[in-house]
């Protein structure tokens, strides 16, 4: 028996004689019960659009182009750095950003309406289950793969790295806020994830299924 996120993001088909069981992706990190910085709660009204490169593959030269394509649309951007990296060195900051080494993605994405990240697994599934259109910028490992998963189902756009520029970034990113079709289909996996039984909800009937000991 296979366990799956079947149906949008699963690529290839499965042996006929294999079952499938859906399963909810699960966060590594629990809720947060971490306190809010402050000016989250002051942010503008208007679009959040949330930037992180995950924790293995954080060039803070990709950063900087990001935030550039950025600095004159019309929508904050909180960036995520890492535990590694210093925001300092990315000054001058653009006005309409912030940027930390870590921020619980439990407080940011339900505030954000595009993400912008690596394709690594966790960011990916973290933003499609919460219905946000992404701009991929993978870096490598899967990231190529995911990214091509989530242009494929119409839920976000790819930049490759020799692609990726400040205007192409800007580009992709004003047309992920002003598009609702890719909007709908990221809601429509968002809605497949949440249907999915969480892990603990499978072990009845894994057990039940699983070779019998002799």
């Known amino acids: 028996m296979a366990i799956s996120t079947r149906s949008y993001l699963q690529t290839e088909a499965l042996p006929a004689a294999v079952r499938v069981e859906p399963l909810r992706p699960v966060a590594v990190e629990p809720p947060s019960t971490e306190r809010a910085p402050e000016w989250l709660d002051r942010l ?10 995950g924790t293995v593959f954080n ?11 950025l600095a004159d649309v019309d929508c904050n951007v909180i960036a995520t750095v890492g535990p590694r990296s210093d925001p300092s060195e990315l000054a001058p900051i ?6 930390e080494r870590y921020i619980s993605q439990s407080l940011v994405l339900p505030l954000s309406s595009v993400a912008v ?22 870096q490598g490992a899967d990231q190529f793969e995911n ?11 790819l930049l490759l790295p020799h692609e990726l520029t400040a205007q192409a970034a800007r580009q992709a990113v004003v047309s992920l806020l002003e598009d609702e079709a890719h909007r709908e289909r990221a809601r429509a996996v968002a809605h497949e994830i949440s249907a999915m039984p969480e892990p603990a909800a499978l072990v009845p009937t894994l057990v039940a299924t699983a070779p019998q000991a002799r």
Not at 44 to 53: D, M, S
Not at 94 to 99: K, M, R, S, T
């Open 94 to 99: 653009p006005e309409n950003a912030h940027v």
């Open 147 to 157: 990214a091509q998963q989530c242009v494929a189902i119409g839920a976000g756009k």
């Open 59 to 69: 060039d803070l030269s990709v950063f900087r182009v990001l935030l550039d394509a």
């Open 117 to 138: 990240a690596h394709g690594g697994s966790g960011s990916t599934l973290a933003a499609l289950a919460h219905g946000l259109p992404m701009l991929v910028v993978p």
């Open 44 to 53: 503008p009204e208007r679009p959040t659009v949330y930037v992180t490169l």
